[in-house]
C-alpha cells in the first residue's frame, strides 16, 4: 500500500463531504434518532480516514501513532453513541455510566499519541518547545481549576461521582500540555500539521464552553464534528509523513502564535485575580501564587537559556573571529615563504646557470681553437667530430639560456628594451642562420617579405622567437620537406607566419602547447628532443610585445604558427 | 716591451683559454687567479687593459674594477657567467667598459678589445 501515489485532491474531496455532512447534521430534526445516526457516522467518517490516512502514508511507530489518535477517537464516537442511545431511549442518562468510562479513557490515549510524536521530535530540540508548553500549561491549569475545576467540584456528594465530573475538564489540561508541545516545537508548518492542531484545538474549544458553562449548546455539536472530520483530514494529507520528521531549526523562532499563546498565559494570573475580586468571588489566592511562582520559574528558565544561548553564540562568533585572523596571519606567512620559496629558486636557477656556463666556455672555446687549426691542421673526420662536439655544447647552452629566461618569466620580470625593429630583417637573418640546419635535412627553406614589417619591440627578443619557431618547424619537419617564412603587415597588424609540412600537433594539445614543459605526443612518439620550453618562450614574447600567437595544423601534413603583433605607427601598448 | 694585458680568472682553463687567443691576437699576457693578485700585478705591470671575471675569490671582479677605475684609467672588460640583466647593469656600473657573457667565442673577445683599445 505504501508506495502508491496520495493525492491531495481526495483530502478537499473528503473535507468537502465532511462539512456537507455536518450541514445536514444540522438540518436534521434535533435530538431525533437521524441526527444521533448522523452524529455517529460523521464521527466513524473521520476514524476511517484516519485509520485509510495512516495505512497509506504512514508506516512504523508513526502509522502507530495515529492508530492511538483513531483508538481516542473510537472511545469518544462510542461513549457519545451510549449517551445519545440514554438520552434517545429513556429520556435519562444515568450518572456515572459506563459511556463516562470509555468516553473519558480517550483522553489519556490522545494524550500519548501527541507526547509520543512531540518526543519524536528529539529531547535536544524540544527543550525550549516543553518550557513554553509548561508555561502554557500553567496558565490554563490555573484558569481551569478557579474557573472550571472548583465551581463544579461541590456539585456531587459522592467523592467517584464528583471525581468523574471533574476528571472531564481535569482531561482537557491532559491534551493541552502535548498539544502545546506540538505547537511550540515546529515553526515550518505543514498543512498536515495544521490540520491536526485545527481538530485538537476545536475539541478543546467545544469542552472548555460545555464544562465552562454546563450548558450543551446545540452549536458546539459543530465543533465536535468538525474535530473528526480536521482529524481524518490530517492523516489523510500527504505531507502527513513529513510531520514526524525532526525540525529543521535548531531553535525554534519567536513567532506571533507563540507569542500570543505565552503572553497568555503569562497573564492568566494577574487577569484572573482582577476578574475574581472585581465579581467579588473567590480568588483563590493560594492557586494563583503557586502557579504564578511556577509560571515565574518557567519564565525565567527560558530567558536564562536565551541568554546562555546568546553568550554561546557570542563566544562563538568571538573564536570564529580569533580563527580567522589566526588564519590571515597564517596567510601571510605562507605568502612570506612562497615569496622566500621563488627567491631561492631564482638564486639556484642563476647558479646553475653560472656554473653551467662555466665550463661550456672552455668546451666551446677550447674547441673554437681547435677548429680555428691552432695546433695543427685537421683532418675530415676530426673537424666533424669537432662540430658534433661544438653544436651540443650549444644546444647545452640553448638549454640553460631558455631555463634562464623561463626563471625571469615568472619572477615577471620580463623588461624589454624597446626601439623600431624590422621583423623582415629579423626574418632574413634568421633564415640564414638556420639555412645549413635545413640544408642537412633536405628542407627548402623560404622567406618572404612584405613592407612596413616594423614593430615597436626588442630586437634581441624577437630574434628569439624567430629562432624557435624557425627551429621548432626544422626540427619536426622530416627530411625533404619544407618550411617558410612570411612576414608582412594587413594594416591592422605585422604577420609573422611560419608554415612547415612536419608531423603536426594533435588538436586536443594545441590548447597546451605553449605551456611550460609541455611537449606534444608526436614529438615524444618520434623521439624528437626538446624540453617544452621554445613555444612557452615565444607566447611571453610575443604577449610582452601587446601581440598574440595562434596554431593551425593537421597531423601528419603539417602546422603553421601565426604571430601577430602591434605595428610601429599604432601606439601599441608593450607591457614593461 | 710593450705594456701586457691583464686578465684574472679564478679558473685555470679559462685563464688559459684567454691567453691562447690573447698571444694569438699579439698581444702580451700577465695573468692573475684573483681580484687581489689582479690589483697588485695592474701596479707593477701597468697594463693598458684588464680581463676581469667577475665571481673570483678575495676581490670580486666588481671590486677589482671599481679601484682600478679610481686609481687611474685602465679600461676594463669584465667577463662572466653571470648573465642576467642585472648582472650586465651592476658590472657597467663598477666601471667596466664592456661585460662580455661567458661562453664567449674568440671574435667576440677580439671585437671587445680592440674597442676598448682604440
Redesign the interface.
Known sequence: VIGRRPNPRAVDVYLAVGVLAIGLYFVLPADSVPQTVAYTVIGTYGIVAVLVGARRNLRGIERRVWYLFAAGLIAFVVGDTIFDAYAVGTGDVPFPSVADWIYLSAYPLLFAAITIMVARFGRRRIRIALIDAGIVTCGFVLAQWVWVLAPTAHIHEDLLDRSILIAYPAMDILIVAPLAGLIFARSARTASYVLLALAIVTLLVADEVYYGHGVNYRWLDAFWLASYVFWGAAALHPSVARLAAAPEEAAPRLDLVRLTLLGAAVAVAPVLLAVQTARGRDAHPYAVAGFGVAISALVLTRVASLVRAFDALHAAERRARLDAEASHVALIEQNERLRELDRLKDEFV?LV???L??P???????V??LE?D?TGPLNEEQRSFLAIVSRN?DRL?TLVNDL?FVA?LQSGNL?LDIAEVDLAELAEHTVAAAAPRADAKGIALMLECGNGAIVLGEGGRLSQLLENLVSNAIKFTPEGGEVSVRVGANGEAVVLEVVDSGIGIPEEERQRLFERFFRASTAVARQIPGTGLGLHIAHAIVGAHGGRISVTSEVGAGTTFRVELPPATVKAEVRA | MTAPILIADD?D??LG?LR??LT?FGYEVVAAHDGEEALRLALERRPVLAILDV?MPKLDGLEVTRRLRQDGNVPVILLS?????SDVERGLEAGARAYLR?????AELREQIEAALA
Do not use: C, M, N, W
Not at chain 1, 661550456?360 to 677550447?366: C, D, K
Not at chain 2, 661567458?102 to 674568440?106: A, D, L, Y
Open positions: 642563476g646557470s653560472h656554473d656556463r662555466t661550456l666556455t672552455s668546451i666551446s672555446g677550447y673554437e681553437l680555428s691552432e655544447a647552452l634562464l625571469r623588461d | 679558473e682553463d679559462i683559454l691562447l687567443h694569438r665571481s657567467a653571470l648573465v642576467q640583466p661567458k661562453p664567449f667565442t674568440g
